[in-house]
T-cell receptor
Framework: GEKVEQHQSTLSVREGDSAVINCTYT??????FPWYKQEAGKSLHFVID?????DRKQSQRLTVLLDKKAKRFSLHITATQPEDSAIYFC????????????FGLGTRVSVFP | EAAVTQSPRNKVAVTGGKVTLSCNQT?????MYWYRQDTGHGLRLIHY???????EKGDIPDGYKASRPSQENFSLILELATPSQTSVYFC??????????????FGSGTRLTVL
């Protein structure tokens, strides 16, 4: 089955700088790649996603890049703020439905002043 | 206001005991999911449901049952709890519409400790 690897377990970034979280996947059939955020002591919520028919998607300070050839996708956070501190989970799926999602282990992002 | 509500927030159970985790959603979503979150494993799908009366096995269903008596409610049942089931459990509803990718809406989680 699909395996999703998040390459950094932790990431520290100075406030105002950019953060990049990298993920790789194994199944070439995967076509949907969402990101979820979990703030300390809270639940997960959706932040952004990308489909395999595009290689870039931006939403405000978040950008997702997809390299299908390398089976790699990444989340870029620009102008980081304290509220960006959280655990970010990448995921991959071959289908539109969540039962097909495989999650990475998460990257803890810490934004320091 | 929370659209996905889990209860209890924390639970301590004894080995061999029965545990029921409850989830209620007001999103009117057809799909609901139970995950567990463990260090080193991320989120893993236990059971899911397409609607009232339906339950399906996820990736790690062994030792768990699920029940979906209504659109709003989805329970996870551990008939004979074991220490290996100590974990944080998340319920989610999904807005799957077939033509576009499904977004999950998570509850706050239940921390279960089996002694």
């Amino acid at each position: 089955g699909e395996k999703v690897e998040q390459h950094q377990s932790t990431l520290s970034v100075r406030e105002g700088d950019s953060a990049v979280i990298n993920c790789t996947y194994t199944d070439t059939a995967s076509s949907y790649f969402p990101w979820y955020k979990q703030e300390a002591g809270k639940s997960l919520h959706f932040v952004i996603d990308i489909r395999s028919n595009v290689d870039r998607k931006q939403s405000q300070r978040l950008t997702v890049l997809l390299d299908k050839k390398a089976k790699r996708f990444s989340l870029h956070i620009t102008a980081t703020q304290p509220e960006d501190s959280a655990i970010y989970f990448c995921a991959a799926s071959m289908s539109n439905y969540a039962q097909g999602l495989t999650f990475g282990l998460g990257t803890r992002v810490s934004v320091f002043p | 206001e929370a659209a996905v509500t889990q209860s209890p927030r924390n639970k301590v159970a004894v080995t061999g005991g029965k545990v029921t985790l409850s989830c209620n959603q007001t999103n009117n979503h057809n799909n609901m999911y139970w995950y567990r979150q463990d260090t080193g494993h991320g989120l893993r799908l236990i059971h899911y449901s397409y609607g009232a009366g339906s339950t399906e096995k996820g990736d790690i269903p062994d030792g768990y049952k699920a029940s979906r008596p209504s659109q709003e409610n989805f329970s996870l049942i551990l008939e004979l709890a074991t220490p290996s089931q100590t974990s944080v459990y998340f319920c989610a509803s999904g807005d799957g519409r077939g033509g576009s990718a499904e977004t999950l809406y998570f509850g706050s989680g239940t921390r279960l400790t089996v002694l």
